[in-house]
């Protein structure tokens, strides 16, 4: 895993990055017969000083854990939307070189090129880690998007200058919607199709979900 740039940046060479690095994403799929996937979340301490990075890996498609890794840190950007990555992105390498087990794919709480300047958190840590990624958020970045139906797999696309970017899907009916988008090595297709695989109980991805109670625990540790 080579390092793509240094993470202690400005905000100006932050983007200047982004615009940079968007030239060298793949948005078709390099794989077949997937057989891990991990999930990648973080969380912020109460005081908004700290953050508690953790990667979950478990098996595909039964969904059963196979390894996970934690890190902690201190936040060194500042926040701002669309730049994400770049707060998040230290602890979540630091958790990744710790795993035994590396997921052959990683979904991450955030957006891939539903972005914009197409490059959100996971389309950078894909990157990154040369990996297939996917990002999976809760809450949209684009502001123009409509709602799909209400059961469960129902989706509707996002535009961006007339591109699909990423698609507002149903994963567990009755429930708010999720924001998939491909962020390396994937296409919108493939991307929503596992998203879907990964939900057979809950509104979030198994994996994302086993990480985001990992990073919650370790803030309650950590106070």
């Keep these: ?7 202690e940046v400005s905000v100006e060479e932050a983007i200047r990055l982004q615009n940079h690095l968007r030239s060298r994403l793949i948005l078709k799929n390099t794989f077949s017969n997937l057989k891990t996937i991990g999930g990648a979340d973080v969380a912020y301490s109460k005081d908004g000083r700290h953050l508690f990075g953790a990667i979950a890996v478990l098996s595909y498609p039964e969904m059963n854990p196979i390894d996970v890794a934690t890190a902690h840190g201190k936040i060194s950007f500042p926040y701002i939307p669309g730049l994400f990555s770049f707060r998040e992105g230290p602890v979540l ?22 972005h914009p300047r197409g490059f959100g958190l996971a389309s950078h840590m894909g990157l990154w880690f040369d990996l297939p990624s996917i990002g999976c958020a809760r809450t949209p970045l684009l502001s123009e998007y409509d709602s799909p139906d209400t059961s469960k797999g129902s989706f509707t696309p996002i535009y961006v200058e007339g591109r699909r970017v990423g698609g507002t899907l149903r994963t567990k009916r009755g429930v708010k919607p999720v924001f ?10 493939s991307s929503i199709r596992i998203i879907l695989t990964t939900c057979p109980k809950y509104r979030i991805p198994e994996p994302l979900r086993k990480a985001h109670y990992l990073s919650i625990k370790m803030i309650h540790k950590n106070n």
């Design 93 to 114: 390498v630091e958790a990744y070189q710790q795993l035994r087990v590396k997921p052959e794919l990683l979904i991450f709480e955030g957006h891939g090129i539903a």
């Design 1 to 7: 895993m080579e390092p793509l740039h240094p993470w």
């Design 180 to 189: 998939v988008s491909p962020g390396h090595r994937i296409d919108l297709v």
